[in-house]
Structure formats: C-alpha cells, structure tokens
C-alpha cells in the first residue's frame, strides 16, 4: 500500500510530458464550444468569449440636465408675458393665483417669481391697481429745446442717475467714425462705453466718441464721478454742446449690450444714433444709444406755427 501511495505521488508530481502538452494544447473559447456541441453537450468550464464581429453598441444616452427650480420656470413664463406684444407697460397682468393655477404652481412659487420680477424692475406693485407691468423709467426727447446729458434726462424723469463703465480708452476712428466727429480716419478718438441706471435699474448702454484732441486729459473718472459729460466739457473744455442730428431705430443689440440690459430671448431694443455739435457748429460727440425698450421712452414735440393753421383754415373754407 505504500509503495502504491509512494507511485501514485511519484506519477502526480510527474506527469510525462505527453500529458503535459496536451494540457497546454487544450482548445478554448470558441473552439472549446464548438468541440462541446459536436460532442453533444455544452461546455460548462469554458466561458463564453466576446465576439469582435458583432454589431457595435449604441452610445450612452447623455444624462438630462438638472430641471430649473419651480420659481424660475415661473419667472420666465411671467417675463415673456410681460414683454408680448399683448401687454403694454402700465397694464395689469394676471393674479397670482391665476398664475399658479395655469402654471401647475403653488401660490408661494409664484409670489416669489413676481418678488424677483419687482426687483428686476420688469413688474410693479401697485396698492390699488395690483401688480402692472414696469412704466417706462426715463423719458429722452428727441428734440429738446437745450441740448442735455443723460445725467440730467434721468433727474428730469424722476430719477436717481448712477452708472458702470464698461470700458475706456484711445483708439483709431475708421472712416465712417471719422467723418462724423469731423476728423481724418485713423486719428484719435476718446471710446466710453457705460451702463446707466434709473433708481438702481439698467435702461441704456451708450457709447460715446469724441475726438481725443479737443478733450486732452479726459480720464475715466471725469465720466463716472456722477457728474454730466456735457457739464464737464462745458467748465473745463469751453465746449458748450448746442445742437443735436440723430436717428432712431428699432433693431438687435448685440450680445455684449443686451446682456447689461437683461433683455432675455428678445435683444430688440431703441438704438438712438446721435451726432453732437458744438456751440460753433463743430461736432464733439458721436453717441449710439441702446435702450431697453420697456424702460426708455421717446418723445418728441412740435409747436405749430399760427400762421400756418390759418393758412390751413383759409384753404379749407375755400375762397
């Protein structure tokens, strides 16, 4: 028994080397497989390999970005109803309650939707009308009988005036520039671009040129020091502004001005393009004026000559 035992140990720890490259010659993967099926029944110790032939799969399906919060949803759909062509500024818009049951909302969702729209400026309350949509902040005349800043527009609006620069600096007129400010193309001209508020509340961006020359010295803080340009030209520069040719349009403000003013989806704003001149008949200033169009109103006068009314009735009677 022991010389048995004492065998099979020898011939276990010694396989010849027949079995031995057999072993190492032993099918697998799909040739395990198929030798399995031949043989009649399924190869449980091989398993089954990737095919390289088969059809590739489809991608991952992105994950859905993360859903705004209720409030959110509820201010932009009272914002764009603010701005339809359905609403005029001073009109009522719905109950919030009206709201919250078309929005699927509750009432506190949307209390705090119009808050933010209050703040924005976009909406007002008003203790007896109940919450309109926002009047315009400033009043800008086309044909003032004096010539004025925008520091005094806002004042004569009711207004707080404030304003941020934007930018400041020196650069070369193009020709169309040029022939505005009444200067050669490629001289210097003074660039400001600002942001102005009414009451804390963006309704223009404006940009000003003025030829570098006749304003040496202009600093960034003459602009932003909360006294008017015209002002500052006056007392230091002996410009006294006095007349005004402009143009007013209804177009798209480009990215960069219409994200100061918060116009959302719809960038159409009053683009009021303005060559200023000078008590000499010299222009000084060329202004392009982008205003949000719920916030800047327009107006012009015209006094009728009496004369010309009779005349008007004269020929109306008929001889």
Known sequence: MAAEAATGIYQFRHRPPAARRARR??????????????????SRDVPPMPDDR??????????????????LRAMAHIRALAESSDFSAGDKIPSERALA???GLSRMTVRRAVDELVREGVLERRSTAGTIVAPARVVRPLDPAKVIGITEIIRNSGGV???????????ETPAGL???????????????????????????VERSYLPAVRVPGLAATDVVSGVSLYLTLRNRYGIVPTSTRGVLTAAAAAPDDAAPLGLGLDPTALIYRVTVF?????????????NHPRRTLFSTERRLVVGGEDAMRAVARGP
Do not use: N, W
């Not at 059809?55 to 991952?60: M, R």
């Not at 005036?161 to 650069?171: A, Q, V």
């Not at 000084?284 to 004026?289: K, V």
């Open 178 to 204: 040029a022939g505005h400010l009444g200067i050669l193309p490629g001289e210097t001209a003074v660039a400001i671009r600002m942001v102005q508020f009414s009451d804390g509340v963006p309704f223009c």
């Open 161 to 171: 005036p404030s304003g941020r620069m934007l930018s400041f600096g020196l650069i």
């Open 101 to 103: 049951d078309g929005l």
């Open 54 to 71: 088969s059809a590739p799969t489809a991608p991952a399906t992105p994950p859905a970005p993360p859903a705004l919060p209720a409030y």
């Open 25 to 42: 010659l032993r099918p697998c993967g799909a040739r395990a497989r198929k030798g399995a099926a031949r043989a009649g029944h399924p």
């Open 278 to 290: 000078d008590q000499d008949g010299r222009p000084i200033e060329r202004a392009i004026s982008i």
